[in-house]
Structure formats: structure tokens, C-alpha cells
């Protein structure tokens, strides 16, 4: 059993590293989640981990002990909604107002095992062809390594693609390979997958058009949210535009944010620098 004193030292580690927020009662999933580490890293207990934290920190235990506690839950075309908005108004939009620069960036900012990366660059192949002369690139970041890593590998399992992944689009952007599915060159090419930690500076992020930031600011607290958001918010380009999660509400986004509705999914539009 995980002791208070132990659940107070990982999840003040984990909140300050990551800004994931592990409240009290959370005691169990901490405690399956590094349980789980300390066997893979060939300790015997909870209580070694702790120790060898505590007394013999290095930067990549503190990474491991973060990861273990990341939810990296995701699949393709997560709620359909939004990507049908893109498909629909925010992409065509964004073509008019760009049609000058002839640039596009998009950033999935909490991407995990880039399911959602991916789903956008289909809608931009499947539908935008006139973009392909356009200088378009979708930046892909987790705060997560091993979830960069299989992203950037574009490496799926049959458990995966049958997630969301319509037949037709598996067919025809993904290879067979054993039990697995590769993701072909023709997306992998649009993508750039890096790690951006959220509670950090965005370095080399910036001038996005279209920011997605789904399913992770539920972890974090309210300050933290809040935070992120206004730094979301200077990422992107006047006229660009912010998806969050369908259950997530944006406390404390700044007033040049509208709400925008298209059909069933709800975004932000940036209106002014
Ligand atoms: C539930 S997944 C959501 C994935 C995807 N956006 C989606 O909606 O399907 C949450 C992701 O947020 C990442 N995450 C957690 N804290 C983060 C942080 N501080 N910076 C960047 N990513 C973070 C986790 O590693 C995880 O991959």
C-alpha cells in the first residue's frame, strides 16, 4: 500500500513536472500505475521506488515516474464532430484567409500516440487537394516520449485501426505489416512529431492556425488550465482557431476568443492579435 506521505511526494512531482492534478482518493491509480514502473524498472516495491526517487533522482526516473501517470487514451477521428467542422467550415475559411501566404500550420497539442495528427492529415489529403502546393505542416506533441515515439513510428495495431479509422481510409494510407498497420510516407511526411511539455515555454510553436488541445486540461487544475489556455491563445494566428475537448469548458480564455458553433462541435476563434 501506498503510504500518504508517498502519495504526497509522486503526485507534488507529478503536478509540478506535468500539471497533472492527482487529488486525494487518486491513491489507487497512482499506486497500479507505479507499481506497474517499479516491476518494469526490476524494483521490488512501491517503497523502493520511492526511496531511489527520493534519495537518487535522475531527470529520466522522474520522466518514467511522469509518464506512468499520463492517460493516453485516444483514437482516430475522436467525436467525428470537430473534424467534421474542419472538413466543413474551418479549413475552407482559413484557405480564403491564407490564400495570400498560401501557409497553413496546425498543432495537435497533446497528440499521444498521434491518432489525432493523423486524422487531420486525412481530412487534408482526402479533401484539400488544392493544398498540396501549399507549405502545410501539422505539428504533433505529448509531453509523453514513448508516445511521441510510436506516433512518429506510425505503427498501429488491428485493435487500433478498428478505432474510429473508417475501411477505405485504413486501405488506402496504411500498409500491412504482420499484425500491425504503418502509416504510409504521403501522411507521415506532413507531420512533425516533437515534445512540448504544456506547463512549459512554447518553444517553436507558434503562428498556428488551427490548435487542438483535446482531453488534457481536464487533468490539470484550474490555475494551470488557465494558464495554458492564454499561452494557447498567443500560439495562435488572429483568425486561427482552438478545438478542446467536447466536455471541456475553457475557464478564463481570453475576450479576442468567440465561440463559434459548427453543427454539433464547438471551437474558439481568435479574432484579433
Ligand atoms: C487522453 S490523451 C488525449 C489525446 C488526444 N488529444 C485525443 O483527444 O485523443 C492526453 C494526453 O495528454 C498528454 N499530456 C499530459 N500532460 C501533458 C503536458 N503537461 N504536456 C503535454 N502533454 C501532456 C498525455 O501524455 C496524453 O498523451
Same mark, same amino acid.
Given at each position: =500500500?501506498?503510504?500518504?506521505?508517498?502519495?504526497?511526494?509522486?503526485?507534488?512531482?507529478?503536478?509540478?513536472?506535468?500539471?497533472?492534478?492527482?487529488?486525494?482518493?487518486?491513491?489507487?491509480?497512482?499506486?497500479?500505475?507505479?507499481?506497474?514502473?517499479?516491476?518494469?524498472?526490476?524494483?521490488?516495491?512501491?517503497?523502493?521506488?520511492?526511496?531511489?526517487?527520493?534519495?537518487?533522482?535522475?531527470?529520466?526516473?522522474?520522466?518514467?515516474? %511522469?509518464?506512468?501517470?499520463?492517460?493516453?487514451?485516444?483514437?482516430?477521428?475522436?467525436?467525428?464532430?470537430?473534424?467534421?467542422?474542419?472538413?466543413?467550415?474551418?479549413?475552407?475559411?482559413?484557405?480564403?484567409?491564407?490564400?495570400?501566404?498560401?501557409?497553413?500550420?496546425?498543432?495537435?497539442?497533446?497528440?499521444?500516440?498521434?491518432?489525432?495528427?493523423?486524422?487531420?492529415?486525412?481530412?487534408?489529403?482526402?479533401?484539400?487537394?488544392?493544398?498540396?502546393?501549399?507549405?502545410?505542416?501539422?505539428?504533433?506533441?505529448?509531453?509523453?516520449?514513448?508516445?511521441?515515439?510510436?506516433?512518429?513510428?506510425?505503427?498501429?495495431?488491428?485493435?487500433?485501426?478498428?478505432?474510429?479509422?473508417?475501411?477505405?481510409?485504413?486501405?488506402?494510407?496504411?500498409?500491412?505489416?504482420?499484425?500491425?498497420? =504503418?502509416?504510409?510516407?504521403?501522411?507521415?511526411?506532413?507531420?512533425?512529431?516533437?515534445? %512540448?511539455?504544456?506547463?512549459?515555454?512554447?518553444?517553436? %510553436?507558434?503562428? =498556428?492556425?488551427?490548435? =487542438?488541445?483535446?482531453?488534457?486540461?481536464?487533468?490539470?487544475?484550474?490555475?494551470?488550465?488557465?494558464?495554458?489556455?492564454?499561452?494557447?491563445?498567443?500560439?495562435?494566428?488572429?483568425?486561427?482557431?482552438?478545438?478542446?475537448?467536447?466536455?471541456?469548458?475553457?475557464?478564463?480564455?481570453?475576450?479576442?476568443?468567440?465561440?463559434?458553433?459548427?453543427?454539433?462541435?464547438?471551437?474558439?476563434?481568435?479574432?484579433?492579435?
Amino acid at each position: =500500500m501506498i503510504n500518504p506521505e508517498q502519495f504526497r511526494f509522486f503526485s507534488d512531482m507529478v503536478r509540478q513536472t506535468s500539471g497533472i492534478s492527482l487529488q486525494k482518493g487518486k491513491e489507487y491509480l497512482l499506486e497500479s500505475r507505479l507499481n506497474e514502473l517499479a516491476r518494469v524498472l526490476g524494483l521490488r516495491s512501491i517503497d523502493e521506488l520511492y526511496r531511489k526517487t527520493k534519495f537518487q533522482p535522475t531527470p529520466k526516473l522522474k520522466e518514467q515516474i %511522469v509518464e506512468a501517470m499520463t492517460t493516453n487514451e485516444t483514437y482516430f477521428f475522436r467525436d467525428q464532430h470537430p473534424f467534421d467542422s474542419l472538413k466543413n467550415h474551418v479549413i475552407p475559411e482559413l484557405m480564403e484567409l491564407r490564400k495570400k501566404e498560401r501557409r497553413m500550420k496546425f498543432w495537435s497539442a497533446a497528440c499521444s500516440t498521434g491518432q489525432e495528427p493523423y486524422s487531420i492529415a486525412m481530412i487534408l489529403k482526402e479533401h484539400f487537394q488544392a493544398l498540396s502546393s501549399w507549405k502545410v505542416e501539422i505539428i504533433a506533441s505529448d509531453i509523453s516520449q514513448q508516445a511521441i515515439d510510436k506516433g512518429r513510428n506510425g505503427r498501429f495495431t488491428q485493435v487500433e485501426v478498428n478505432r474510429g479509422l473508417p475501411i477505405q481510409l485504413l486501405i488506402k494510407y496504411f500498409k500491412q505489416n504482420g499484425a500491425f498497420w =504503418m502509416v504510409n510516407d504521403t501522411l507521415k511526411g506532413l507531420i512533425k512529431f516533437r515534445k %512540448v511539455n504544456l506547463m512549459g515555454p512554447f518553444i517553436g %510553436v507558434s503562428g =498556428m492556425d488551427v490548435i =487542438m488541445c483535446r482531453y488534457v486540461l481536464i487533468y490539470f487544475d484550474q490555475k494551470t488550465k488557465k494558464d495554458i489556455l492564454v499561452k494557447l491563445v498567443k500560439a495562435l494566428n488572429p483568425g486561427g482557431y482552438l478545438f478542446l475537448g467536447a466536455t471541456e469548458t475553457p475557464v478564463g480564455l481570453p475576450p479576442t476568443m468567440k465561440r463559434k458553433v459548427f453543427g454539433r462541435s464547438t471551437c474558439w476563434q481568435k479574432t484579433t492579435r
